[in-house]
């Protein structure tokens, strides 16, 4: 019986990765509203106590989140439309290089390829240039009009989980069926709540010291666009091991492509993985301690079917999706092998 059970509990959750993964588009912006709502749920109760109304510091709350985004985001566009045109730069570069290797190919299969990719139309680098500018034009024309979509529907929700959220929360209480189950949920809830919201403020807080701390060593190093730099640290910092990799990787592109093929070019990346070392190593564990420790091959998984599901966004989302999963399996009897699985 206890076989039959666990294999019904299996092929509900490939149901229900199956059904998240066909309905993404969906589903991403409420599970990202659903967050930024738990987030901001104690500032919006902590204006309540001043007697503001609810809907009031709801829209108070938002209207803050959405202007502070907006002025980050204004700082890096224009740094991020320079690198992305010298990116394109790079790319021409390159492919002139192949052409110039090309050039001289021996052995007439060689000769006749080059030629036909010659009697075909433009040379090499070109259909290389087009073919990326084509690219860099249907990912704008596809998904700028789906993000900016995606990005009203997460604010309006947000605000509507901010201002009723909590009714709909005491509805559902209501209709368990025993005080313990009723008491049960609650606990869940309350610890979900203070938790997540301490584990993710802490976590932002490391983030942000983290990134300025990389942003102010690249400028001392004479990188462009710093503040650039220690904004991708920061962010990618909130998806543990693989953001490392991405941003060591960046880093070290943006060292060759400034410094060129020398020494100097490893200095950046070398600052960076220096300071998430003391980040990762010291810091953290330090601030966060043992509570919301969590067993590093998991958190991978974790990180690799959220991102599958959902993309960036899941991947960033992941690890406090987690935390929350080992807080509530704490106080349900039947899911404390769940616990003992993620510590």
């Not at 007439?108 to 080059?114: N, R, S």
Request: proline residues 4%; hydrophobic residues 55%; glycine residues 6%.
């Amino acid at each position: 019986m206890k076989d039959l059970r666990w294999m019904l509990s299996c092929a509900f959750l490939i149901l229900v990765c199956f059904v998240v993964y066909i309905t993404r588009s969906l589903v991403l912006p409420i599970i990202v509203s659903m967050f930024f709502a738990l987030l901001l749920n104690p500032i919006v109760n902590y204006l309540n106590r001043f007697a503001v109304p609810r809907s009031l510091s709801s829209v108070l709350t938002v209207l803050t989140l959405v202007i502070a985004l907006g002025l980050t985001f204004s700082l890096l566009v224009s740094p991020m439309d320079k690198w992305v045109k010298q990116v394109s730069k790079i790319s021409e570069d390159i492919s002139q290089k192949i052409d110039e290797v090309a050039k001289p190919l021996t052995g007439e299969a060689e000769q006749k390829w080059y030629q036909l990719s010659k009697d075909r139309g433009e040379p090499m680098s070109q259909k290389i240039k087009s073919q990326v500018s084509v690219a860099f034009m249907q990912v704008a024309t596809n998904f700028t009009p789906v993000v900016l979509f995606q990005a009203l529907t997460v604010i309006v929700l947000t605000f509507f989980f901010l201002t009723h959220g909590q009714s709909l929360y005491r509805n559902v209480v209501a209709t368990l069926p025993t005080f313990r189950h009723r008491r049960i949920f609650v606990t869940i809830g309350k610890s979900i709540q203070s938790d997540v919201s301490y584990y993710v403020l802490i976590i932002s807080v490391i983030n942000t010291g983290l990134g300025l701390s990389v942003a102010g060593a690249l400028y001392l190093l004479g990188v462009e666009d710093a503040l650039l730099w220690g904004a991708f640290a920061g962010i990618f910092n909130f998806v543990p091991y693989l953001g490392l990799f991405v941003v060591g990787v960046i880093i070290t592109g943006v060292g060759f492509i400034q410094f060129g093929d020398n020494w100097q070019a490893l200095y950046p990346v070398m600052a960076f993985l220096f300071l998430n070392g003391i980040e990762s190593q010291v810091v953290t564990p330090t601030v966060l301690g043992q509570r919301f420790q969590i067993n590093p091959l998991i958190v991978i998984l974790w990180l690799f079917v959220f991102g599958w599901l959902l993309g960036v966004v899941g991947m960033i989302l992941a690890v406090p999706i987690l935390v929350s999963c080992k807080i509530a399996s704490a106080h349900v009897p039947s899911l404390r092998n769940c616990q003992k699985l993620l510590s």
